[in-house]
């Protein structure tokens, strides 16, 4: 399975998503580098998805069609924007770091309606 460019899938239904979605697409050098989608506009079977996946956590398609979820797609969305974000994309993937970014993402995840432009919506 291939996808053109990558794209960074997420929940367009929450307020929080669409916001931190925003800001990802701010820090692309250009948008053909990559793409920001909720997963409710996309043809999820061709990209290796499934709704509960994508209900769970944003979800990173790269151009080959390997799939990485939750910190890890955040860290290669990161990995693919501006040269001054990337190391932080890498750290995020570090061994020693990524267990922490992992804990994190499952808590912002976990209290995202109760995060700045979070709404009852944003709720799991």
């Known amino acids: 399975m291939s996808v053109r460019r990558p794209v960074l899938v997420f929940d ?3 307020a929080f998503c669409t916001t931190s979605a925003d800001a990802l697409r701010r820090l692309r050098r250009s948008p053909a580098d990559f793409g920001v989608e ?3 506009h996309l043809d999820l079977t061709s990209l290796g998805l499934s709704e509960d996946a994508c209900a769970e956590a944003v979800q990173w398609v ?4 390997r799939v990485s979820g939750a910190e890890r797609a955040v860290a290669r969305s ?3 924007s501006r040269a001054w974000v ?4 890498a750290l995020l993937l570090a061994p020693g ?23 009852p919506a944003c709720s799991l």
């Open 12 to 14: 367009g239904d929450c």
């Open 38 to 40: 909720p997963w409710q």
């Open 62 to 65: 790269a151009a080959d069609g």
């Open 78 to 80: 990161l990995l693919a």
């Open 86 to 89: 990337r190391p932080v994309g």
């Open 97 to 119: 770091v990524r267990p922490l970014a992992g804990a994190v993402y499952r808590w912002v995840a976990r209290n995202r309606h109760r995060l700045p432009g979070g709404t």
